[in-house]
Protein backbone atom coordinates (compact mmCIF):
# COMPACT_ATOMS: atom_id res chain seq x y z
CA UNK A 1 0.00 0.00 0.00
CA UNK A 2 1.09 3.37 -0.89
CA UNK A 3 2.45 5.22 1.70
CA UNK A 4 3.36 8.82 2.89
CA UNK A 5 6.79 9.09 3.98
CA UNK A 6 7.84 11.91 6.74
CA UNK A 7 11.72 12.62 7.67
CA UNK A 8 13.20 12.98 10.31
CA UNK A 9 10.29 10.90 12.67
CA UNK A 10 12.03 13.12 15.74
CA UNK A 11 13.98 16.97 15.37
CA UNK A 12 14.93 18.47 18.52
CA UNK A 13 15.67 21.86 17.88
CA UNK A 14 16.68 24.99 20.06
CA UNK A 15 13.82 27.89 20.30
CA UNK A 16 14.87 30.83 17.79
CA UNK A 17 16.55 27.63 15.27
CA UNK A 18 15.12 26.92 12.18
CA UNK A 19 13.73 23.46 10.51
CA UNK A 20 12.50 21.73 7.76
CA UNK A 21 10.69 19.05 7.89
CA UNK A 22 9.91 16.80 4.98
CA UNK A 23 7.45 14.92 3.36
CA UNK A 24 7.67 12.81 0.27
CA UNK A 25 3.63 12.11 -0.60
CA UNK A 26 2.47 9.45 -2.33
CA UNK A 27 2.86 9.88 -6.42
CA UNK A 28 0.52 9.97 -8.14
CA UNK A 29 -1.74 12.52 -5.61
CA UNK A 30 -2.02 16.01 -6.29
CA UNK A 31 -3.60 17.65 -2.75
CA UNK A 32 -0.59 18.28 0.07
CA UNK A 33 -1.14 19.25 3.01
CA UNK A 34 0.29 19.87 6.80
CA UNK A 35 -1.44 19.09 10.19
CA UNK A 36 0.15 19.73 13.47
CA UNK A 37 -1.00 17.96 17.13
CA UNK A 38 0.06 18.92 20.62
CA UNK A 39 0.51 16.24 22.83
CA UNK A 40 -3.07 15.23 24.14
CA UNK A 41 -4.74 18.13 21.47
CA UNK A 42 -6.71 17.74 18.74
CA UNK A 43 -4.81 17.18 15.68
CA UNK A 44 -5.30 20.76 13.74
CA UNK A 45 -4.68 21.72 10.28
CA UNK A 46 -2.32 23.63 9.02
CA UNK A 47 -1.84 24.74 5.39
CA UNK A 48 -3.65 23.23 2.48
CA UNK A 49 -1.34 23.28 -1.27
CA UNK A 50 -2.16 22.36 -4.86
CA UNK A 51 -0.93 23.27 -8.01
CA UNK A 52 2.42 24.74 -6.64
CA UNK A 53 0.83 27.19 -4.47
CA UNK A 54 -1.30 27.49 -1.21
CA UNK A 55 -4.58 26.97 -1.12
CA UNK A 56 -6.14 27.61 2.39
CA UNK A 57 -4.16 27.94 5.63
CA UNK A 58 -5.13 28.63 9.54
CA UNK A 59 -4.53 31.01 11.76
CA UNK A 60 -1.61 28.78 13.23
CA UNK A 61 0.17 29.20 9.69
CA UNK A 62 1.95 32.59 11.03
CA UNK A 63 4.54 34.50 8.78
CA UNK A 64 6.91 31.86 10.59
CA UNK A 65 5.78 29.15 8.61
CA UNK A 66 6.64 28.40 4.59
CA UNK A 67 5.99 24.97 2.42
CA UNK A 68 7.29 24.12 -0.85
CA UNK A 69 7.52 21.43 -3.23
CA UNK A 70 11.13 21.99 -4.37
CA UNK A 71 11.12 19.35 -6.65
CA UNK A 72 8.18 16.58 -7.91
CA UNK A 73 8.72 14.13 -5.00
CA UNK A 74 9.19 16.03 -1.53
CA UNK A 75 6.90 18.25 0.08
CA UNK A 76 8.47 20.63 2.90
CA UNK A 77 7.55 22.69 6.02
CA UNK A 78 9.84 25.11 7.07
CA UNK A 79 9.33 26.92 10.70
CA UNK A 80 11.64 30.09 10.60
CA UNK A 81 12.34 30.97 13.98
CA UNK A 82 10.69 28.22 16.53
CA UNK A 83 8.95 28.78 19.30
CA UNK A 84 8.99 26.31 22.78
CA UNK A 85 4.95 26.18 21.28
CA UNK A 86 5.77 24.54 17.97
CA UNK A 87 6.67 21.55 19.91
CA UNK A 88 4.49 19.15 18.88
CA UNK A 89 3.76 16.17 16.08
CA UNK A 90 3.77 17.50 12.47
CA UNK A 91 1.74 15.29 9.93
CA UNK A 92 1.83 15.60 5.99
CA UNK A 93 -0.89 14.49 4.51
CA UNK A 94 -1.61 13.85 0.40
CA UNK A 95 -5.14 12.96 -1.40
CA UNK A 96 -5.15 11.94 -5.18
CA UNK A 97 -8.40 13.90 -5.89
CA UNK A 98 -10.52 16.19 -4.27
CA UNK A 99 -13.04 14.08 -3.28
CA UNK A 100 -10.76 11.21 -1.91
CA UNK A 101 -9.73 10.38 1.75
CA UNK A 102 -6.33 11.71 2.90
CA UNK A 103 -3.29 9.78 3.77
CA UNK A 104 -0.97 10.76 6.48
CA UNK A 105 2.25 9.79 7.49
CA UNK A 106 3.70 8.96 10.65
CA UNK A 107 4.75 12.36 11.47
CA UNK A 108 7.95 14.03 12.67
CA UNK A 109 7.64 14.68 16.47
CA UNK A 110 9.03 18.49 17.22
CA UNK A 111 10.36 19.19 20.48
CA UNK A 112 11.88 22.57 20.82
CA UNK A 113 14.21 23.50 23.99
CA UNK B 1 -18.88 22.99 8.42
CA UNK B 2 -21.30 20.40 10.31
CA UNK B 3 -20.23 19.98 14.14
CA UNK B 4 -20.51 16.12 15.65
CA UNK B 5 -20.39 15.06 18.52
CA UNK B 6 -19.19 11.65 19.73
CA UNK B 7 -18.58 9.81 23.07
CA UNK B 8 -15.19 11.00 24.55
CA UNK B 9 -14.74 6.99 25.45
CA UNK B 10 -15.64 3.83 25.16
CA UNK B 11 -14.43 0.32 26.00
CA UNK B 12 -14.98 -3.12 25.18
CA UNK B 13 -14.09 -6.57 25.45
CA UNK B 14 -11.88 -8.21 22.82
CA UNK B 15 -14.12 -10.24 20.37
CA UNK B 16 -17.12 -7.75 20.10
CA UNK B 17 -18.45 -5.80 17.92
CA UNK B 18 -18.60 -1.97 18.52
CA UNK B 19 -20.46 0.34 17.46
CA UNK B 20 -19.30 4.56 17.67
CA UNK B 21 -22.40 6.83 17.45
CA UNK B 22 -21.74 10.86 15.76
CA UNK B 23 -24.24 12.83 15.78
CA UNK B 24 -24.20 15.56 13.34
CA UNK B 25 -27.66 17.52 13.23
CA UNK B 26 -26.74 20.18 11.07
CA UNK B 27 -25.38 18.17 8.49
CA UNK B 28 -25.89 20.00 4.97
CA UNK B 29 -26.80 18.14 1.41
CA UNK B 30 -23.34 18.24 0.37
CA UNK B 31 -21.74 16.45 3.05
CA UNK B 32 -20.25 13.22 3.41
CA UNK B 33 -19.39 11.17 6.74
CA UNK B 34 -15.98 9.78 6.93
CA UNK B 35 -14.33 8.40 9.76
CA UNK B 36 -10.46 8.21 10.35
CA UNK B 37 -8.55 6.17 12.97
CA UNK B 38 -5.47 7.40 14.97
CA UNK B 39 -2.95 4.98 16.82
CA UNK B 40 -1.24 6.83 19.43
CA UNK B 41 2.14 8.81 17.88
CA UNK B 42 0.89 8.16 14.34
CA UNK B 43 -1.03 10.08 11.85
CA UNK B 44 -4.95 9.70 11.55
CA UNK B 45 -5.93 6.43 8.92
CA UNK B 46 -9.26 7.07 6.48
CA UNK B 47 -11.24 4.34 7.52
CA UNK B 48 -14.46 4.92 5.50
CA UNK B 49 -16.54 7.52 4.22
CA UNK B 50 -20.15 7.44 3.19
CA UNK B 51 -23.27 9.55 2.17
CA UNK B 52 -26.47 7.50 3.43
CA UNK B 53 -27.61 4.03 4.14
CA UNK B 54 -24.55 1.55 4.64
CA UNK B 55 -21.22 0.94 3.39
CA UNK B 56 -18.71 -2.01 4.10
CA UNK B 57 -15.53 -2.28 3.63
CA UNK B 58 -12.68 -4.66 4.92
CA UNK B 59 -12.58 -2.49 7.72
CA UNK B 60 -16.11 -1.71 9.26
CA UNK B 61 -19.43 -0.78 8.43
CA UNK B 62 -20.87 2.44 8.69
CA UNK B 63 -24.68 2.72 8.99
CA UNK B 64 -26.04 6.35 8.15
CA UNK B 65 -30.32 6.58 8.90
CA UNK B 66 -32.62 8.23 6.66
CA UNK B 67 -32.21 11.71 8.47
CA UNK B 68 -28.08 11.85 8.13
CA UNK B 69 -28.33 13.53 11.40
CA UNK B 70 -26.03 10.70 13.13
CA UNK B 71 -24.09 7.28 11.84
CA UNK B 72 -22.59 4.47 13.31
CA UNK B 73 -19.41 2.81 12.75
CA UNK B 74 -19.26 -0.47 13.50
CA UNK B 75 -16.36 -2.26 14.04
CA UNK B 76 -16.55 -6.25 14.03
CA UNK B 77 -15.21 -8.75 16.45
CA UNK B 78 -12.63 -6.03 17.55
CA UNK B 79 -9.36 -6.86 18.75
CA UNK B 80 -6.49 -5.48 20.99
CA UNK B 81 -5.17 -3.66 18.22
CA UNK B 82 -7.66 -1.60 17.65
CA UNK B 83 -7.60 0.63 20.41
CA UNK B 84 -7.04 4.05 18.93
CA UNK B 85 -9.06 6.97 18.74
CA UNK B 86 -11.83 7.00 16.35
CA UNK B 87 -12.88 10.05 14.68
CA UNK B 88 -16.05 11.50 12.90
CA UNK B 89 -15.88 14.05 9.93
CA UNK B 90 -18.46 15.79 7.93
CA UNK B 91 -18.24 18.09 5.84
CA UNK B 92 -17.96 18.50 1.79
CA UNK B 93 -15.32 16.36 0.27
CA UNK B 94 -13.61 19.26 -1.47
CA UNK B 95 -12.89 20.81 2.18
CA UNK B 96 -9.82 20.31 4.14
CA UNK B 97 -10.94 17.91 7.45
CA UNK B 98 -11.24 19.14 10.48
CA UNK B 99 -10.44 16.91 13.66
CA UNK B 100 -12.82 16.93 16.96
CA UNK B 101 -11.50 15.43 19.86
CA UNK B 102 -12.76 11.83 18.44
CA UNK B 103 -13.37 8.57 21.11
CA UNK B 104 -11.14 6.86 22.17
CA UNK B 105 -11.79 2.84 22.38
CA UNK B 106 -10.08 1.09 24.89
CA UNK B 107 -10.46 -2.56 23.62
CA UNK B 108 -10.07 -4.78 27.03
CA UNK B 109 -8.57 -8.41 26.94
Known amino acids: EPEVTQTPSHQVTQMGQEVILRCVPISNHLYFYWYRQILGQKVEFLVS????????KSEIFDDQFSVERPDGSNFTLKIRSTKLEDSAMYFC???????????FGSGTRLTVV | LAKTTQPISMDSYEGQEVNITCSHNNIATNDYITWYQQFPSQGPRFIIQ???TKVTNEVASLFIPADRKSSTLSLPRVSLSDTAVYYCLVGDRYQKVTFGTGTKLQVIP
Open chain 2, 50 to 52: GYK
Open chain 1, 93 to 103: ASKEGQSYGYT
Open chain 1, 49 to 56: FYNNEISE
